[in-house]
């Protein structure tokens, strides 16, 4: 999967969910048959079963149950376990660091009252976010633009200064992984983190070694330009009305964020 579980339809996860624990179920009754459910793998098939019950899926531990399953009982030098173990480890490092900020954020909420996460939240909104996201994307929004129609793959493939290229920084989660994991709150956290895989789609349709058609480029822009609204969107609805903690932001420190809106939406 290029996005968490819970970003998918809930019938998509329903499916998902009932397919992968009819097969498991399927493998414990044969190990049952065979007196080894009491063997590790027959542990792993309890323990991934357990994993697929809860209400919020957790993938990380998700695909280290089934990495460990698969070393059980599959053809270790067949093609398809290859290629499930390749899926699995792409699985694992995607998920890692959400659930790991997940385990982090759930012990803060048992601790914090509602209002020391509002602050919080609001904290990181106004500085990570800013220093990360802001001083990031809107540096390509406005380069992409104001650019020429022959420059543009250039910006969106190599870079700009000492920045990563677009295609990098998308594709490497660093956003993500840099200041929206921070949040504590439920809520502002699914939504941050479903407006960033929203932006991401259009880079995960690039192919190396191709060059980007006119439309993929378009729609780059127009993802882009929808992630700097939201980013402003969310900034307004807390509270926050400038930009103040960037270093690229090519609008200028103390810029207002309700003048910036306009200007985009024009």
């Known amino acids: 999967m290029d996005q968490p579980f819970f970003l998918l339809p809930q019938a998509v996860q329903d499916k998902d969910r009932e397919l992968l624990t009819n097969k498991l179920s399927t493998l414990y009754e044969q ?6 459910e009491e063997t590790s793998s027959g542990r792993i098939v309890t323990k991934t079963l357990v994993i697929l019950k809860e209400d919020q899926l957790n993938e990380y531990e998700l ?26 480890s792409r699985l ?38 800013q220093l990360w996201a802001f001083d990031f994307v809107f540096v390509y929004e406005k380069l992409l633009r104001e650019a020429e129609a022959s420059q543009k793959e250039a910006i969106i493939r190599q870079g700009h200064d000492d920045l990563p290229s677009l295609v990098e920084d998308a594709l490497s989660d660093s956003i993500l992984t840099k200041c929206i994991y921070n949040l504590y709150g439920i809520s502002l956290r699914q939504e941050m983190i479903r ?44 509270g926050i009305q400038t930009v103040d903690n ?6 200028g420190k103390g810029k207002d964020l309700q003048e910036l809106q306009a200007e985009l939406n024009n």
């Open 195 to 238: 407006d960033y895989y929203e932006y991401k789609q259009p880079f995960l349709r690039i192919k190396d070694g191709t060059c980007l058609a006119d439309p993929e480029i378009r729609a780059i822009e127009t993802s882009l330009r929808q992630y700097c609204l939201k980013l402003i969107d969310i900034s307004l609805q807390h």
């Open 63 to 88: 695909a280290k149950a089934l990495s460990a399953l698969l070393e059980k009982i599959s053809a270790p030098r067949s093609q398809e376990t290859k290629q499930l173990k390749q899926d699995l």
């Open 92 to 129: 694992s490092s995607r998920a890692k660091p959400l659930w790991l900020s997940e385990a982090r954020a759930g012990k803060q909420r048992s601790m914090l009252s509602e209002q020391e996460i509002l602050e919080h939240d609001k904290n990181v909104l106004k500085n990570e976010i």
């Open 246 to 251: 960037v270093l690229h932001f090519p609008y």
């Open 31 to 36: 190990l049952v048959k065979r007196e080894a």
